[in-house]
Structures are given as C-alpha cells and as structure tokens.
C-alpha cells in the first residue's frame, strides 16, 4: 500500500466512526416530518353557509345543550386509571404494530411504483407472425392456431 | 437474428413505450397473480398485515418483518431514482433522428442492470419474509388470498 | 423529442432512506452542532415537502438534497449571525457500548474533528462528502457549487493537511499552524461558483 492508500484508509475509518455517531444521535424521522407538515401553511378554511329555502336564513348549528361533566369525570375515573396501566403494559407491543403498519404502508406505496421499463421490449417484432405458423405436414393452408 | 427489419418508427415507438412504463406504475403492479409462477407462492407484506390475526403472526415475526421492509425500501427507492435517469437516458438516445446502436446498448445494459437489482432485492425480501413464516401460516395465506372475500383475518 | 412528465418515486421514503446521512451532512455544514443540523434539516423538510424546493432530475436524488441541506445551513448561519461552535458533547447511547470501545472512538472522533477543524470550509466539506458520504470528487464537487477542478484541488490539498495533522502528535493537533496562519485557498479557485445555486 502507499501513503496515499494509508491515509485513505485512515481517513476512511475515521469518518465511519463519526458516520456511526450521527447515525444514532439523527432525530427520528416520522417526527421530523410530521413537525415539517405541520410547519407548511395550511389550505385557507372557506366557512360554509346553508341557507334554508323556506327562511333564506342561514341555519345555525343547533347549541349543545349545558351538562356537568364532572358526572362523567366521577364515572370514568377508575376506568381511566385501569386504562393507563394497560396503556403502559401494551405501549411497546402497540408501538411496533404502528410500526409495522406504517412500514407495510410504505412499502406497498413503493412497489406499486415499482416496473420495469424494459419489458416493452419483450414484445418482439414479427411476433404476431410466428404465433401463425402453418403446421407441418397438416396439408396447404392449414394453420397451426395460436396458443 | 432478427429475421424482420426493425423500422425507425418501431425504434420511436420503444422510446415511448419505455417513458410510458415508467411513468404508469399503478396499472403495471398489483398483489401477485396466481397465474404467476413467479409470485404465486410468495406473499407480500401488505398481505400478511391485513391477515395478521388469521395466521397469529407472533411479535418477531411482525418485528422481522419490519426490520426487512426497511432494510430493502432504502435501497429500492435510491434505485428508482437511478432507473429514472437511465431511462430517460436511453429515451433521448433512441428518440434522435439516427441512433447510435453502441450507445443505445450502453444505455439499455446499464437500465436493465438497475432492474434486475430492484427485482433481486424484491425477490429477496419475498422469499426472506417466506421463510419466517411456518407451513401451516404458508397454506392460510394462499387460501385467504385466493378468497379475498372471506371475513376472517379482515382488520377490526 | 418532448418527454411526458415522469412521476417521481415516493419523496418521503426517499428523504427517509437518507436521513441519516443528511443528519451527518447537515451536521457537518453546521460545524459539528448536533442541534443546529436538526434545526437545518428541520428547515429543509418543510421546503422539500412544501414544494419549495424541487427536484428535477438533472442531478441524483441525494446530491440534490444535500445541496438544499448546504444552502439552508448558509441561510441559517447568516440569519441566526451566531458562532457555530464545534461539538464537544458526549454522543447519547455512549453508555451501552463497552467503556474501552467508547473511550477509544471518543478520541478518535475528537481528533478528527479537531483536524477537520483546522481546514478551510471548502476542504472540509470535499472529505465530507467523499469519505463519509462515499460520494466521488464529482458528485461532490456538484453539492459544493464548484468546478469538478476546483474540488479536485481542494480534495488533494486536505488530504495533505490532514496527513499532517493526524500524524503530528496523534491527537490531531498541529502546533505548526493553525486554520488561521496558513490557509492554502486564498480567495476563490478558478472555476468557482460563488453563487448559489438551489
């Protein structure tokens, strides 16, 4: 090997090294991507207005109607916490499935891209010819038919 | 030996053909036939995850499974990106009014090599996918496939 | 002969299948500052997905995207006005890998950044991207902005300086000269292109 060939492989190896480090301190990707969404400005939300033909008025959502909802908050409280410690037990296993998905996801938006541009050359000129051929010994004009 | 002559215009209709290959993916691809000798055994992981539950595919299984897809996405979209080049590459050598012959085989050598790698690496997670799976996951696969109205391993 | 218009692969598996090497990339243009490189790329998403930048297919995909990933480090530098200082915070993870194996790719690294340090921009970017990125002169050459000459000296004048700091005492510490005293590129090189392009 020469100096230069030493060098390079030095420096070769160094910056492996360093390419490992910024491979594991890389913000993962999907939250990257989902705050660059979340950063493009939005569509303008045009408000829709229905008129009713009898009143030529627009109709206004009907108004909720006022409940307490620390009624609701008394009920689901044990659920709640009961909730949260399966969320914990299944947080991982969920985690990977969403994983999975996404991945499956990706990757069938890929291989419905996938072709190859060659294949139109399969069909080769004067094809349709020899799927026509005459069969031997089967008398003047008979055709072999095409398979 | 080509036993026709092979007209500028065929040449022009290649180029065009090949522009339009590339460029209408949707129609070309979708799940594998069964009339595919090549595919027809194999099973793609979109299948596998709408059927997850019917073949009880166990946390590895799933695990592996991604591990794989994401190894080979990297490689096959950075393929593509190289496919497109060459083919439009080749497409503006076949398109001139003469063509050199040496260099139109140049161009198509280096396309069909990037094809051949992207379906290498297709078939290689395919098969790879294949193998984690057992005999008895195998069979409920083919016949969930071969039945896609069957409500069993349908996502809740 | 007009070609139809080809539609491209998927942009976001194709950002993904380079994140990280557009993380060491940002990084670098970012002299070393983990933070500042999220925050450039950060910026470089949201112009690749917004349409504000776009590919068209006259380069490779990925020196492209490194090319938008250096201008939006330019950018960031000159509105932030701040001074990218060179990292020297522990790398995260450090703990599951063995102490003696941490230990020697910590100096490791921090020689080689000191002595990336000691080059001028442009020599420290060429061995970027060729020994970390495994890109050629030329591809190199396309994301600096420079004539495939210009990027060839550079190359060949930072392995030359780098020969000498990573050998001068092992820790990548020349006492001869520093960046400063003797850079080897006074003003641009013929062939340069200082401007920017996107």
Not at chain 1, 71 to 79: D, G, I, M, S, T
Not at chain 1, 107 to 115: G, I, P
Not at chain 2, 17 to 41: E, F, G, N
Request: with cysteine; glycine share 6%; hydrophobic share 40%.
């Amino acid at each position: 090997m020469t100096p230069d060939d030493d060098l390079d492989e030095l420096l070769r190896h160094r910056f492996a090294g360093v390419r490992d480090a910024d491979a594991r301190r890389a913000p993962a990707f999907g939250e990257m991507v989902a705050r660059a969404r979340a950063a493009i400005p939005a569509e303008p939300v045009v408000p829709i207005e229905v008129r009713s033909p009898a009143t030529r008025s627009p109709i206004a959502p009907a108004a909720p109607q006022r409940r307490s909802p620390w009624r609701w908050v008394a009920a689901a409280a044990p659920l709640a916490v009961a909730a949260g410690l399966a969320g914990i037990w299944l947080a991982p296993s969920r985690a990977a499935d969403r994983e999975f998905e996404r991945l499956v996801s990706e990757w069938s938006r890929t291989e419905r891209a996938l072709n190859a541009p060659t294949d139109g050359l399969l069909a080769v000129p004067g094809s349709e010819y020899l799927r026509r051929l005459p069969a031997l010994g089967s008398g003047a004009g008979a055709t072999r038919r095409p398979s | 030996m080509i036993p026709f002559p092979i007209p500028r215009r065929r040449l022009l209709v290649v180029a065009v053909s090949l522009l339009a290959a590339v460029s209408a993916p949707a129609a070309a691809q979708s799940a594998p036939s069964v009339d595919d000798p090549i595919t027809r055994t194999l099973f793609e992981p979109e299948l596998i995850m709408k059927h997850r539950r019917a073949i009880n595919l166990t946390d590895e299984q799933r695990d592996a499974i991604s591990r794989l897809i994401k190894e080979l996405q990297g490689q096959v979209v950075s393929l593509q990106w190289e496919l497109q080049d060459q083919v439009e590459s080749l497409a503006s050598e076949l398109g001139r009014p003469r063509v050199d012959l040496d260099r139109a085989r140049d161009r198509l050598e280096r396309v069909m090599q990037t094809e051949r790698k992207i379906k290498e690496g297709h078939l290689t997670l395919l098969v790879r996918i294949k193998n984690l799976l057992s005999p008895q996951q195998q069979a409920t696969l083919s016949k969930l496939r071969a039945e896609p109205s069957a409500k069993e391993g349908v996502e809740e | 002969m007009a070609h139809p218009a080809l539609p491209p692969p998927d942009l976001e598996a194709s950002l993904e299948a380079l994140h990280e090497a557009s993380f060491g990339w940002a990084r670098n243009c970012c002299d070393g500052d983990p933070d500042d490189a999220a925050d450039v790329l950060q910026s470089t998403f949201v112009k690749v997905l917004s349409g504000g930048a776009r590919f068209s297919g006259h380069s490779s995909f990925r020196t492209w995207l490194f090319g938008v990933i250096r201008l939006t480090a330019l950018e960031s530098r000159r509105k932030g006005g701040r001074e990218l200082s060179l990292d020297g915070q522990p790398e995260p993870e450090a703990h599951l890998r063995s102490a003696d194996a941490t230990l020697i790719e910590a100096e490791e690294h921090a020689a080689l950044r000191a002595a990336l340090d000691m080059l001028p921009d442009r020599q420290r970017e060429v061995l970027h991207l060729v020994f970390q990125q495994d890109l050629s002169i030329a591809e190199a050459s396309t994301i600096m902005g420079v004539s495939l000459g210009s990027a060839r000296v550079h190359y060949e004048r930072a392995k030359k300086r780098m020969r000498t700091l990573l050998t001068e005492d092992g820790h990548g510490r020349d006492v001869q000269a520093s960046r400063h005293d003797a850079p080897e590129v006074k003003g641009p090189l013929p062939g340069d292109d200082t401007r920017e392009r996107s």
